[in-house]
């Protein structure tokens, strides 16, 4: 897999991801330059430019119309399966999902849920070329990448855990970064491979919350399940 040279961002996929700043109006995109994201040596884009729109950057949501933020809960959560079968994962009850076209046929699914109010993010954001990645870290270090996460402003990551049950096809990245408004963010990133599917799941909340909501954060990505592991919504009966 050869390196991608000049990303830009933002999960701009949050996806996944999705950190670059933008308007009030309108979420950011990621466009990164046109040098393929590869796995292993195959191109992911077909040499065309990926641009992916986002969510707004964690703590720079829109505001609500009405009212004050939304109190941080991550306790209470709701269970959200993709129609297609693409994923599974619970969600802090009442954040707002915010589906993403897709210009690239290598990115299959950009899905961002945020904390009404702003202040939080749950993203998804699924890449598939149509061959299994054979590197976990070094696919996971390109996807960090490309969604602008080592650009941000005291981009700094703490650490790196396997999952346990999937060692050689998960890996969790703890990070830290702040938005251009100043907000401390932590964020909690989910790597995994299903079959060719390569998924990045991220949680992100003010740094401020994290002692108080860390298992909370990784019961959400415990919660992932890629498209191997979901079926896709059963078609209507038709009556004879």
């Known amino acids: 897999m050869s390196p991608l040279k000049s990303p830009i961002i933002a999960v701009s996929m949050a996806l996944v991801t999705t950190l670059a700043a933008c308007t009030r109006q309108d979420p950011p995109t990621l466009t990164p330059a046109p040098t393929a994201l590869t796995t292993e040596g195959v191109p992911l884009t077909n040499g065309q430019p990926i641009i992916i729109t986002v969510a707004p950057p964690p703590g720079d949501e829109p505001a609500r119309p009405v009212g004050t933020p939304l109190p941080l809960d991550l306790a209470l959560r709701d269970p959200v399966a993709d129609p297609q079968g693409l994923f599974r994962i619970d969600v802090p009850r009442g954040w707002l999902e915010s589906r993403q076209q897709m210009t690239s046929k290598d990115i299959r699914l950009g899905t961002a849920f945020n904390r009404p109010g702003g202040g939080g993010l749950v993203s998804v954001t699924q890449f598939d070329n149509g061959r299994r990645p054979t590197s976990l870290g070094f696919t996971a270090n390109q996807v960090l990448q490309i ?94």
């Open 147 to 240: 969604t602008g996460f080592t650009t941000q402003q005291d981009f700094r990551e703490f650490n790196r855990e396997k999952v346990l049950d999937r060692e050689d096809e998960a890996m969790r990245v703890d990070v830290g970064y702040t938005t251009p408004k100043g907000t401390e963010m932590r964020s909690l990133v989910l790597f995994q491979i299903d079959g060719t599917t390569f998924s990045m799941v991220n949680v992100a909340i003010p740094d401020a919350d994290w002692s108080a909501h860390e298992s909370e954060a990784r019961e959400i990505l415990r919660s992932y399940k890629g498209p191997s592991a979901v079926p896709a919504a059963a078609s209507p009966a038709v009556a004879p």
